[in-house]
């Protein structure tokens, strides 16, 4: 698919995002407005899946271990024809499959119910030597946020696949620099992220997580590695492409109201 295609798909998935939590009234736009662009080559350029077959053996997985940007995940699956778009905008409401973390029982796609900073990577880890053992040719991708990496079982599950040779993992993360408390500098600092996976066993490249191209070309050199897992670290913007929300970490976990909401479906170009 083309690079403009991508950006025209990234931009529609923002919208959705924006619209399901306005509805909600509740939710995290910053870091799910952050990952678009990432989700997008995901589930239109890069993993063999089918909207029409979700469970079909010879697919490859994603797992959402930054829970929380639940919103673009459900954006980009509706997006890719897994359910209606319209039925992202129960997001959060009583009765509705979508919830405000992914559960995998619910929702068509959802490969692992995440929440629980930490434990997304720590199944995809799972999910990726069990594909090494039955020697199958799918591959294993999680995305997590900056902020996550603060947690410890995160560096036992990064230590793991470096042991078990996890060339068929993907870890992306999601580096905007900001969480739920502030800047990553202020409340714990993550950095050197690229030396310290390095330093524990991984394939590390580091990208402009807004950049098509840069994304495309990042998992390509994945899919290459045939020894270690790969990271990518994606330099993102908290909240791209809605002005106010933009490196604000106030927008970390909450929805706009009737006037933002639409300001900021006006700056995405949105008209629906």
Do not use: C
Not at 189 to 194: A, L, M, N, Q, S
């Amino acid at each position: 698919m083309s690079t403009v295609e991508l950006k025209e798909i990234a931009r529609n998935i923002r919208m959705t995002v924006i619209e399901a939590v306005h509805a909600a009234g509740s939710g995290h736009p910053g870091g799910s407005l952050s990952a678009a662009d990432i989700m997008t080559v995901l589930y239109f350029d890069e993993m063999n899946i089918d909207p029409k077959n979700p469970q079909m053996d010879e697919r490859d997985r994603f797992v959402l271990s930054k829970g929380h940007a639940a919103p673009v995940l459900y954006a980009a699956l509706a997006e890719r024809g897994f359910f209606p778009k319209e039925d992202v905008l129960t997001l959060r409401k009583l009765g509705s499959k979508f919830q405000g973390h992914p559960s995998r029982d619910k929702v068509p796609g959802v490969e692992m119910s995440t929440g629980s900073l930490g434990q997304g990577i720590s199944v995809a880890v799972g999910m990726a030597i069990a594909d090494k053992l039955d020697k199958k040719e799918r591959r294993v991708y999680a995305l997590l946020g900056d902020g996550e990496i603060q947690e410890g079982i995160v560096w036992e599950a990064f230590m793991a696949a470096s042991h078990y040779g996890l060339s068929n993992l993907t870890a992306i993360i999601d580096w905007n620099g900001l969480q739920i408390d502030g800047k990553n500098d202020d409340v714990m600092t993550v950095k050197p992220i690229d030396e310290k996976l390095k330093a524990f066993g991984w394939d590390v490249t580091v990208i402009d997580g807004h950049d098509i191209d840069e994304i495309k070309k990042a998992f390509e050199h994945a899919r290459g590695e045939k020894n270690k897992p790969s990271a990518i670290i994606a330099k993102t913007h908290k909240g791209k492409g809605v002005s106010f929300m933009e490196d604000q970490a106030g927008w970390h976990g909450k929805a706009p109201n009737d006037e933002q909401f639409e300001q900021a479906m006006k700056e995405l170009g949105g008209d629906r």
